[in-house]
T-cell receptor, first 113, second 115 residues
Framework: DAGVIQSPRHEVTEMGQEVTLRCKPISGHDYLFWYRQTMMRGLELLIYFNNNVPIDDSGMPEDRFSAKMPNASFSTLKIQPSEPRDSAVYFC???????????FGPGTRLTVL | AQSVAQPEDQVNVAEGNPLTVKCTYSVSGNPYLFWYVQYPNRGLQFLLKYITGDNLVKGSYGFEAEFNKSQTSFHLKKPSALVSDSALYFC?????????????FGKGTKLSVKP
């Protein structure tokens, strides 16, 4: 298996622009997670899905952030409009069941100018 | 509420010496416990986990961790550190009893191994 796939790997955009991050989880995994990592705040859980249904979005910073999982093999995290404070590395992760470990993607490094 | 504490921001060790990265947890039920490692500019990588059974768990790259229920700890250990072990280490917990699917991560401990 190719592991969790994220695209793009790097994104540089200007304040006010829309940003869409993409994730393909490992086939057969029921859970999908979106995290954000910064030096100041560390690793933060933004939202997670179980069987394509959002379960907990309490970590989503504000209404500018939205996430979807239209099917078992694809998820998006959208920021609109983007702000410089959104600059971070965004990770997607998936796991098969609550017993099992999460597998992380390589991350998307987002820079908002 | 579930929580994980990694009391040390950084651990410095000389190559060849044993290393310990500390982790304590709090859950209402029995815990699933995990250790992850993050190398620079990479995603988190699974090292080992404790679900049930033997309190000493062996994982990747020669790492091991000991589950101590009375002290609610799950310290990561390695008998002989390598310079290549230098990275950021995260402890994580999931409550066995709860319905949550997510892991609670500690804030991470930076391990620095000097030659």
């Amino acid at each position: 298996d190719a592991g969790v796939i994220q695209s793009p790997r790097h994104e540089v955009t200007e304040m006010g622009q829309e940003v869409t991050l993409r994730c393909k989880p490992i086939s057969g995994h029921d859970y999908l997670f979106w995290y954000r990592q910064t030096m100041m705040r560390g690793l933060e859980l933004l939202i997670y899905f179980n069987n394509n249904v959002p379960i907990d979005d309490s970590g989503m910073p504000e209404d500018r952030f939205s996430a979807k999982m239209p099917n078992a093999s694809f998820s998006t995290l959208k920021i609109q409009p983007s702000e410089p404070r959104d600059s971070a590395v965004y990770f997607c992760a998936s796991n098969r069941d609550r017993v099992y470990e999460q597998f992380f993607g390589p991350g998307t490094r987002l820079t908002v100018l | 509420a579930q929580s994980v504490a990694q009391p040390e921001d950084q651990v410095n060790v000389a190559e060849g010496n044993p290393l310990t990265v500390k982790c304590t947890y709090s859950v209402s039920g029995n815990p699933y416990l995990f250790w992850y490692v993050q190398y620079p500019n990479r995603g988190l990588q699974f090292l080992l986990k404790y679900i049930t059974g033997d309190n000493l768990v062996k994982g990747s790259y020669g790492f091991e961790a000991e589950f101590n229920k009375s002290q609610t700890s799950f310290h990561l250990k390695k008998p002989s550190a390598l310079v290549s072990d230098s990275a950021l280490y995260f402890c994580a917990v999931r409550d066995l009893r709860g319905s949550q699917g997510n892991l609670i991560f500690g804030k991470g401990t930076k391990l620095s191994v000097k030659p």
